[in-house]
Every structure is written in structure tokens, then in C-alpha cells.
């Protein structure tokens, strides 16, 4: 990991992700009675468990632009400090969560793939996008993740803090010794 990378990600305190396209792939179906139903990738779910386990003094908060049960329930499963299932104005979410957890932009990172997260991309220390984003929010990111939305991009960011927070083979070994 290149020294800007690190130095912006050892700063952060809040990872804020988007739903749709980051979490999942951005695909949906509908049950039979109408519920809207969403793939999520096991390896982002673990990384934020790792994330809790460790301890890191890293919050962690959803803001999506559709409504979905399912997103509330796994985020309940996952144990995500703050969820904001439906907000289309993101930026209202993120100011609200800034002043929450007392917070400067530089301590927050956020993971986004579509025009209306460009407003957050904006203003946090570190904004994250995926690869298959429209071409235009790269101009928006600082890093762009090696692997799509909901195929485990999350995770790959997840590692990457955890890694800026210190020795990461010594942070996993503190992990599996709890885990024995």
C-alpha cells in the first residue's frame, strides 16, 4: 500500500458504505409477496466482524438510496452502528453522522459507485469507489478497489484499515488466538 494511502486510512474512524453496486452487485429481485431481495458477498459480512473483533475504534454506517428490509436485517446480523435505508439527499446522513461520532472529514471513510454519492465523495479524508462505477465517479475517488461491488470490495478496504491500524499479520494473529 503506497504512504498516502496509509497515512489517509490510519486517520479513519467512521467507513461509511453505500448499498447497491458496493455491498451487492446492485442487482435485486422481488419475492412472491413484493419484497425486494439483495445478494450480499460473505467475505464483506466477515470483514466487518474483523473489524468489530479487533476493536479498532472504527464506526461503521450504511446509507442507501432504496428502501430494503433486507438491508436492515443484514445489517442488524452484522452489527452496523448506523443504517440509513432509503435517503436519496445522502449528504444529510453523512452530516448527521459526523456530528454523531464528532468527527472531521478527514476521518471518515466512504465507499460509493453512483451520482448521488458524489456529495459524500466530495468531503470525506477518503473516498473509495469500485470498478464497475459509471467511468465518471473515478474522478471523484481517491482509490478505486481491484474488486467489483459485491464481489468483496468492502473487504478489500476493510484490510486495507486494518492493515494502515498497525501490523496486520499481528492483528490477525490477535484475531485467531480469541478465535482458538
Request: hydrophobic letters at 40%.
Amino acid at each position: 500500500m503506497d504512504k498516502k494511502l496509509k497515512d489517509s486510512l490510519s486517520k479513519i474512524k467512521l467507513l461509511i458504505c453505500d448499498i447497491d453496486g458496493v455491498l451487492t452487485d446492485g442487482s435485486f429481485t422481488k419475492s412472491t409477496s413484493g419484497e425486494e431481495l439483495r445478494s450480499f458477498n460473505a467475505l464483506d459480512g466477515v470483514g466487518f466482524v474483523v473489524l468489530r473483533l479487533l476493536d479498532l475504534n472504527v464506526k461503521t454506517a450504511w446509507i442507501t438510496g432504496r428502501e430494503s428490509i433486507t438491508t436492515t436485517q443484514r445489517a442488524e446480523e452484522l452489527q452496523i452502528d448506523d443504517v440509513y435505508n432509503g435517503v436519496i439527499r445522502k449528504i444529510d446522513a453523512y452530516i448527521e453522522l459526523k456530528k454523531k461520532y464528532g468527527l472531521s472529514d478527514s476521518e471518515i471513510c466512504f465507499i460509493g459507485d453512483d451520482i448521488i454519492d458524489i456529495p459524500i465523495l466530495e468531503k470525506v479524508g477518503l473516498a473509495v469507489t469500485v470498478p464497475n462505477a459509471p467511468k465518471y465517479i473515478s474522478n471523484y475517488a481517491h482509490y478505486t478497489t481491484a474488486v467489483e461491488g459485491g464481489k468483496g470490495a468492502v473487504r478489500e478496504v476493510i484490510d486495507l484499515l486494518i492493515e494502515s491500524k498497525g501490523d496486520f499479520t499481528k492483528q490477525l494473529d490477535k484475531l485467531l488466538s480469541d478465535l482458538r
